[in-house]
């Protein structure tokens, strides 16, 4: 079968940095994706890893260890605005399996 | 691209009655998937077609729940007889590939009173 393993929760300072790991379990792994959802919004894709590495896009960059099977997603220059629930999920030869969620919290 | 356009955005009815989710997927999307998310259970997937055949349907909770796929612009999720217990959001996404980067719909926020 398959399974992630992401904290549920993690609060962190506005300009600070913060990381949220993710570990997982599949066969056939094709990748590794993260996903943002703010409450009342719809999971919105944000990086993806293929191979292992650092991929980065502006203030986030999502890292990945297939060794490992671990993955983990950083956000830098903390905002209120990247308060919401991020999702890891892996994909394979089946449908994407999306962890429950890390839900993150930033204070002033 | 318009994205993934789910219908209707709110849906309030009451139990015993039926509701039905429109979808419709991303031009070229050959996968289109059904998912249910609530805070007890967390984002579940009901259903996905590939080319508009289902493929898995194993999440889908009961027999009152079914899904089609009549053409490759348009999926329809349907609940017939409605419970309480179905309140939830439903997001509908699609992709390229089956393991691929999943595209999600605003999602319909539906309550069975």
Redesign the interface.
């Known amino acids: 079968g398959q399974s992630l393993e992401q904290p549920s929760e993690v609060t962190a300072v506005e300009g600070a940095i913060v990381q949220i790991n993710c570990t997982y379990q599949t066969s056939?792994f094709?990748?590794l994706?993260w996903y943002q959802q703010h409450d009342g919004?719809?999971?919105?894709?944000l990086s993806?890893n293929g191979l292992d590495g650092l991929e980065e896009t502006g203030r986030f960059s999502s890292f990945l260890s297939r060794s490992d099977s671990y993955g983990y997603l950083l956000l830098q220059e903390l905002q209120m605005k990247d308060s919401a629930s991020y999702?890891c999920?892996v994909?394979?030869?089946?449908?994407?399996v999306?962890g429950?969620?890390t839900r993150l919290s930033v204070i002033a | 691209d318009a994205g993934v356009i789910q219908s209707p955005r709110h849906e309030v009815t009451e139990m015993g009655q039926e509701v039905t989710l429109r979808c419709k997927p991303i031009s070229g999307h050959d996968?289109l998937?059904w998912y249910r998310q609530t805070m007890m259970r967390?984002?579940e997937?009901l259903i996905?077609f590939n080319n508009n055949v289902p493929i898995?349907d194993s999440g889908m909770p009961e027999d009152r729940f079914s899904a089609k796929m009549p053409n490759a612009s348009f999926s329809t999720l349907k609940i017939q007889p409605s419970e309480p217990r179905d309140s939830a959001v439903y997001?509908c996404?699609s992709?390229l590939g089956?393991?691929?980067?999943?595209?999600?719909?605003?999602?319909t926020r539906l309550l069975v009173l």
């Open positions: 056939g094709y990748g994706s919004g719809a999971p919105t894709f993806y999702f999920a994909g394979s030869n089946t449908p994407l999306f429950k969620g | 996968y998937f967390g984002l997937l996905y898995d997001f996404a992709s089956q393991g691929q980067t999943q595209y999600f719909g605003p999602g």
